[in-house]
Structure formats: structure tokens, C-alpha cells
């Protein structure tokens, strides 16, 4: 969190090799008397100084290898946040964004997940005016939000200025989102998520929940009855909640068990899935005090999402039907185990 702002990744590992290198090298001095091959050792220090040495020197040419063999496309964005590692890539119209490696979206089919994550429960929200949308730094889900006019306020809490401010300014992102940050019904908090909800009294008549994959602990938490027990006190009597749930077909176990904490939380949930060809198939959760039912009507100019097709998306085959799973908590994050043992699955 300190060093990799500054320095990057590669850069702070070689600083703690030189200084574990520096050790063995002064434990020589320090030590000479009682060891038996003193000067091998001395000599293989200082030849491990002078490699992480010069590993430092050519940090970013060792970066920009190893980017060049994990991304297929041209790199044309990478920094070291104090929270993740962001990279922009382009192949002709076609842009893409990863954190830790991890695609978020393909400016060729992100309207699918972005509209399916929206309309199905801000649609159905009578009279909304009021929406706050968790993590989704990126500004997508909020060109969606802003397509009803009778909105007045939208909230995005994300932990990473860097990431708001990226999107807020770079020319060929603004594009994609519509330039949904500079709006000024829009307001951008750089904050936890968990402590914000937490302090927060505010009301909200749909709540969109869109962090990433539930990879570790720290963001399992996010996933947990405790949080969303959190995130319902901000629901108005009619609002809902949708959350990212990740893929009903290839993590089938993790997108059962994230239904079963909202229902464990005291929600009445919803679940559905889309088809994202960058993806493939991809689900989220409704969630919420109320009953759901179908919306009437949607924004005009939608690409994907019509009413003519919604009741498709909330079908599920055999293959991505429910499955019973333990509600994920806190104290025991079955999720996160869950999601590992499901993604190691599909990879053998």
C-alpha cells in the first residue's frame, strides 16, 4: 500500500530482494568467523545485489515483458494504484480494462452486462429518485442510471480515486461512459464500502452492487450477510438492490451461495443471467423487502435489454439450475472457497 503507488511492483519486490540480499551479505562480515565457506558465500551476495541492483534499473522493461506475454493486445494504460494494478488495452475499436489481470469489460459487449445489471430492477423501482451504486468505478453502470431523467441524485462510493479519476478524464473512456461522472446529479465517493455503509444514513430507491469477483478475504467480506444486512437498511419501502454475482454456468456453487446470503440477510431475491461473449454467461441478483415484479416500461435506445426478452433472462437451464449453499459470513467465507474450488475446476 506504501511502497507499489510509488515504486510498482517490480520495483518493491527488487527493494525487499536487495534488502534480504544486504543481510546475507553483512551476516557474512558479522559471521565470517563461523563459517566455512565465507567468501563463496560474500561472492553469491554480492553478485544477488548487483542482479536485483540492475533488476531495479530496468524495472519497467521487465514489466512491459511480462504485460506483453499476459495481455494478447496492445497495452496502452498501466499504472500501480494503492489498491490494484490497472491496464487499458486496444485492439482496433475494441477496448478492454483488467485489474489484477482480471477482465472487467470489452468496449464491444460491456452494454449487455451494464444494461442487464440496470434496467431489470431500476425499471421496476416506482418513481425512483434517488440511486447508489457500490464499487463500479468505471462509470458504466451510471451512463445506464442516467438514461431516467426523473432521477435526481446518484451515489457511486469506490475505493480507488485513481480509477474514478481515470474515468472521469481520459478522452476515449469518457466516451464509452457517456461522461456520467461530470454530470451533476452525479456525486463520487473514494471510500471503503463496508465502513461507508456502515456510517451512512441515507435512503436509496435501487442500489447497485458491482464489485469484482469474490478472489480473497478481503473482498468476500463484500459478499457476506453482515454487508448486505448493511446495504438493505439504505433500501427505501420500495427500492431494490441488484448485485454482481459472477457466472451461474462456470461458477455455478458461488452464484447459488451469494442468492443464499441475500436470502439469509432477510431479502427476497430474484436471480437472472445474461450471455456476455466477452464473459459468456454471467448472472446477478435482485434483491429486496418487496416481491419483484416485471417492469412496464424502459428507457428508449436500449441495445440489448427489451421487455419483449427479460422474462428470458430470469429462466434458468439444468445446468446453471439452483443449487442449495451455506450463506457466506463473515466468520466463515464459504464463498471465497467456493469460487477458488469452482474456477480451479473449469481450468483442469
Known amino acids: 500500500m506504501l511502497l507499489v503507488p510509488k515504486l510498482g511492483l517490480v520495483r518493491s519486490a527488487m527493494l525487499f530482494g536487495i534488502i534480504n540480499a544486504a543481510v546475507a551479505l553483512w551476516a557474512t562480515q558479522l559471521f565470517g568467523a563461523k563459517l566455512g565457506a565465507r567468501r563463496l558465500l560474500r561472492g553469491v551476495s554480492v553478485v544477488v545485489l548487483a542482479l536485483l541492483m540492475g533488476g531495479m534499473l530496468e524495472a519497467r522493461r521487465i514489466s512491459a515483458f511480462a504485460e506483453d506475454n499476459i495481455y494478447a493486445d496492445e497495452i496502452i494504460f498501466s499504472r500501480d494504484t494503492r489498491y490494484q494494478h490497472i491496464v487499458l488495452t486496444r485492439f482496433k475499436d475494441d477496448l478492454r480494462l483488467f485489474l489484477n489481470s ?5 468496449s464491444r459487449d460491456e452494454y449487455r ?12 423501482v416506482p418513481a425512483p429518485r434517488s440511486v447508489l451504486v ?17 432521477i435526481e441524485s446518484a451515489t457511486l462510493v469506490d475505493l480507488d480515486p485513481d480509477m474514478t479519476r481515470l474515468f472521469s478524464t481520459n478522452p476515449m473512456l469518457t466516451a464509452l461512459n457517456q461522461r456520467s461522472f461530470l454530470s451533476p446529479k452525479v456525486h463520487v465517493i473514494n471510500a471503503d ?3 461507508w455503509i456502515d456510517a451512512n444514513a441515507e435512503t436509496f430507491d435501487f442500489i447497485v452492487v458491482d464489485f469484482p469477483d469474490p478472489t480473497n478475504y478481503a ?13 438493505a437498511r439504505h433500501l427505501s419501502a420500495q427500492g431494490l438492490l441488484v448485485v454482481q454475482s459472477t457466472s451461474p454456468m462456470f461458477a455455478r456453487d458461488s452464484f447459488w ?6 436470502r439469509q440477510a432477510g431479502l427476497k431475491t430474484k436471480p437472472y443471467h445474461v450471455y456476455v461473449p466477452s464473459f459468456g454467461e454471467w448472472g446477478f441478483v435482485l434483491a429486496g423487502l418487496r416481491d419483484y415484479a416485471m417492469p412496464k416500461s424502459l428507457p428508449a435506445g ?23 449453499m451455506p450463506a457466506n459470513t463473515l466468520n466463515d467465507q464459504v464463498l471465497v472457497r467456493a469460487y477458488d474450488k469452482d474456477w480451479k475446476d473449469i481450468s483442469h
Open 257 to 262: 451461495c451469494i442468492d443464499a446470503t441475500l
Open 102 to 106: 482480471h477482465l472487467q469489460f470489452s
Open 113 to 124: 452486462y451494464h444494461e442487464s445489471l440496470v434496467h431489470p430492477g431500476l425499471a421496476a
Open 219 to 231: 473482498l468476500g467480506k463484500l459478499y457476506t450477510t453482515a454487508f448486505y444486512r448493511a446495504v
Open 134 to 150: 457500490l464499487g463500479g468505478g468505471d462509470g458504466l453502470a451510471l451512463r445506464e442510471i442516467l438514461k431516467y431523467p426523473q
Open 302 to 324: 436500449l441495445r440489448f435489454v427489451s421487455l419483449a426478452t427479460l422474462p428470458a433472462l430470469f429462466q434458468f437451464p439444468p445446468d446453471m439450475a439452483p443449487l442449495q
Open 193 to 195: 464500502a463496508f465502513p
